[in-house]
């Protein structure tokens, strides 16, 4: 499995539009997201992008997205506005797990995933042998000047049409 990480700020008239342009900066809009708890499956590849995910994703408008997601809206003036997912991963296996955090400052978001991150793999160790590679991280973030910000980070996992019949995310 191919899990796409993307990330984006997105600003509008109001927070929701705000939240609306964030996932077009993402590249996820148009679709139905249900929320993951932030298992990563065995043998997944974790594949981090710049910005937007770039891949032509398949589906259709409305088809559901799998995702584990950050967002932190604001409206507040020179308020900021900061997300970030997390992740670990076993070496041997590829199975791993996600975390997401959001607050209003960068600080404070890379101190919540990477403490996560290793209660994770501390909870983990009764579990089996783990060769967990070092922790990485997208976050994102702005500041609030004239309208409304959000700030996102997503990772997409998989996308299905109404029927249950998955796409394949290249």
């Known amino acids: 499995m191919r899990l796409h990480v993307g990330s984006g700020i997105g600003k509008g008239p109001t927070t929701m539009a705000a939240f609306d342009s964030a ?3 993402v590249g996820i809009a148009n679709y139905n997201l249900l929320r993951l708890s932030s298992v990563i499956p065995p043998a997944s590849e974790v594949i981090v992008h710049d910005g937007k995910i770039p891949v032509n994703l398949p589906g259709v408008w409305g088809d559901r997205m799998y995702v584990v997601m950050a967002e932190q809206r604001v409206d507040a003036h020179n308020t900021e506005a900061w997300a970030g ?5 076993d070496k ?3 199975r791993g797990m996600f975390t997401e955090h ?8 890379r101190r919540e995933i990477q403490q996560s991150l290793e209660a994770f793999m501390k909870t983990r160790e009764h579990e089996g042998d783990f060769d967990w590679v070092d922790t990485q ?8 000047t004239d309208q409304p910000i959000c700030a996102m980070a997503a990772v997409v996992y ?5 029927e249950n019949r998955p796409y394949i995310i290249q």
Do not use: R
């Open 137 to 144: 991280m997208v976050v994102v973030g702005g500041t609030c």
């Open 158 to 162: 998989q996308i299905t049409d109404w």
């Open 85 to 89: 997912v997390g992740w670990v991963v």
């Open 23 to 25: 996932l077009n900066e």
């Open 102 to 109: 959001e607050g209003f400052s960068e600080e404070y978001v």
């Open 92 to 94: 041997k296996t590829g």
